[in-house]
T-cell receptor, first 113, second 115 residues
């Protein structure tokens, strides 16, 4: 029973266009959300996060949107670059004060030059 | 900063053999996590420690799996006996409890192949 779901295993986008990666969760108690990026043969690295009290957080080309009523978050990358090609995982903190994360299954993004 | 260190990077073993994966967390971090990555389940938390104490091992798939953290700078994940279905990439991550970012720092992983 996956509590954090990424229903699109892969996504291809043309360089310069917007990439939108989606994530759904089942537990309304989840308090904090993170996105990680993973290149082959490397560990995941932190990309951007958002607290449940916000609906948007922006960092350069990366923006995360949170829709609590829909239990949905998305990561927007604008403009997409070939170096963004990687697997992206969303993760959720189960409650305030916890330090373990629930991860999704990942979405492989390919940015085509 | 050396980051999280894992060894070995690759392990190939035969079914029934004991496998030990090792992790050195970032100095000063007080939480350590072991994950397994599979296509079906993504990043699956196996166990985590706070201040060297196991907090939640509900993700450990079977009694064949065990983990220890004898001190703040070292942890092991052991599989005995190993089976082909244990083949996966195993990640160790560490973090600092009490920070507002909840960010975990991952090692490069150990790719385990059990034949």
């Amino acid at each position: 029973d996956q509590q954090v779901k990424q229903n699109s295993p892969s996504l291809s986008v043309q360089e310069g266009r917007i990439s939108i990666l989606n994530c759904d969760y089942t537990n309304s108690m989840f308090d904090y959300f993170l996105w990680y990026k993973k290149y082959p043969a490397e560990g995941p690295t932190f990309l951007i996060s958002i607290s449940s009290i916000k609906d948007k957080n922006e960092d350069g080309r990366f923006t995360v949107f949170l829709n609590k009523s829909a239990k949905h978050l998305s990561l927007h990358i604008v403009p997409s670059q070939p170096g963004d090609s990687a697997v992206y995982f969303c993760a959720a903190l189960p409650y305030t004060g916890a330090n373990n994360l629930f991860f999704g299954t990942g979405t492989r993004l390919t940015v085509i030059p | 900063d050396a980051g999280v260190i894992q060894s070995p990077r690759h392990e190939v073993t035969e079914m029934g053999q004991e496998v030990t994966l090792r992790c050195k967390p970032i100095s000063g971090h007080n939480s350590l996590f072991w994950y397994r990555q599979t296509m079906m389940r993504g990043l699956e938390l196996l166990i985590y420690f706070n201040n060297n104490v196991p907090i939640d091992d509900s993700g450990m798939p079977e009694d064949r799996f065990s983990a220890k953290m004898p001190n703040a700078s070292f942890s092991t994940l052991k599989i005995q006996p190993s089976e082909p279905r244990d083949s996966a990439v195993y990640f160790c991550a560490s973090s600092l409890i009490g920070t507002s970012s909840y960010e975990q720092y991952f090692g490069p992983g150990t790719r385990l192949t059990v034949t």
